[in-house]
């Protein structure tokens, strides 16, 4: 090897080394010489998994199961076990104490909102749906309904997170999709009805029309972010379809349409006294409203 490349034997001795981490070498012995060959299909050291990658699939994991989104970690964990299950011994073997080590120091955060679990069957009966064509049916038990109503809707699309909704029409109703919460459902099963064609749906075009999940009136929202501010919400994400506008002063304009102006205001008030809502005015009653109610609740504590 040293002769072939022209180098000496501890240079060789350490580019056999480099090779051995990363492919499954087999030894062979000649006599006094001894060879090595990668065992296996070269194509297939290229797309084994690494530790860096299986640690990481099984913190997804972790952090689902942390929000109580088991139906989602069973998901993954089948697939991790899957993955690690097609290494031969060997690889699995010599990744394992980086795996392990990994596992130990690597932790998803997790903040706080919602924890609210879905049952695995939900989400394989919306699965199943989709990739059949046909309706879903279930009893929704919506806000302010004494008991849950039956449904048969055509499933749009499917919006996972901490509180996950399916989007879906009634059939022969001349109006837009609508959103169920997934843990609102019961005795959720497969129509034997075909679902409405919805191949001129984009799922990405209806979600960027809210700022979070809620669907409404579409307003032209323009925020000023405060010079002192500026570099933050250089690196925030308001909308997926934001435009950001550097101002003469340092400070910057960040402009978008969309619906759901409480749901925005919610989330501004982390920006109390770094943001200027410029518009729309329902925005601005909103923001408003919910710093009302904080003063509010304060006094009553504070008395």
Not at 20 to 44: M, P, T, Y
Not at 260 to 289: K, T
Request: glycine share 6%; aromatic share 6%; hydrophobic share 45%.
């Amino acid at each position: 090897m040293a002769a072939l490349l022209r180098v000496n034997r501890r240079t060789a001795e350490r580019m056999r080394d480099v090779i051995a981490a990363h492919f499954d070498l087999e030894v062979l012995q000649d006599g006094r010489n001894r060879s090595w060959r990668i065992a296996g299909k070269l194509g297939r050291m290229f797309t084994k998994p690494n530790a860096v990658e299986l640690a990481t699939l099984a913190e997804e994991v972790s952090a689902l199961r942390a929000s109580r989104q088991d139906a989602r970690a069973d998901v993954l964990a089948g697939l991790q076990a899957k993955v690690q299950s097609a290494l031969d011994l060997a690889a699995r073997t010599r990744i394992a104490p980086d795996i392990e080590a990994l596992n130990i120091a690597q932790r998803m955060f997790v903040p706080a909102g919602p924890c609210i679990p879905v049952a695995g069957e939900v989400f394989a009966v919306i699965q199943n749906a989709i990739m059949a064509g046909v309706m879903v049916e279930f009893k929704y038990q919506a806000d302010g309904k004494p008991k849950p109503e039956w449904r048969r809707v055509t499933p749009y699309g499917l919006v996972q997170g901490p509180l996950s909704y399916l989007i879906a029409k009634v059939p022969g109703e001349h109006m837009q999709p609508v959103n169920y919460r997934l843990d609102r459902m019961s005795e959720i099963a497969l129509s034997d009805r075909i679902a409405e064609n919805i191949s001129g749906f984009d799922l990405d075009e209806w979600m960027s029309r809210s700022f979070g999940i809620w669907q409404g009136e579409i307003y032209p929202v323009s925020l000023k972010v405060l010079t002192h501010a500026a570099e933050r919400a250089r690196h925030w994400r308001f909308h997926r379809n934001q435009m950001v506008e550097e101002m003469a002063d340092g400070s910057l304009r960040i402009q978008f349409a969309a619906g759901g102006m409480r749901e925005l205001a919610q989330h501004l008030c982390m920006w109390a006294g770094d943001i200027v809502i410029e518009g729309p005015a329902e925005l601005r009653s909103d923001y408003v409203g919910i710093a009302d109610a904080v003063l509010a609740s304060a006094h009553l504590s504070s008395g």
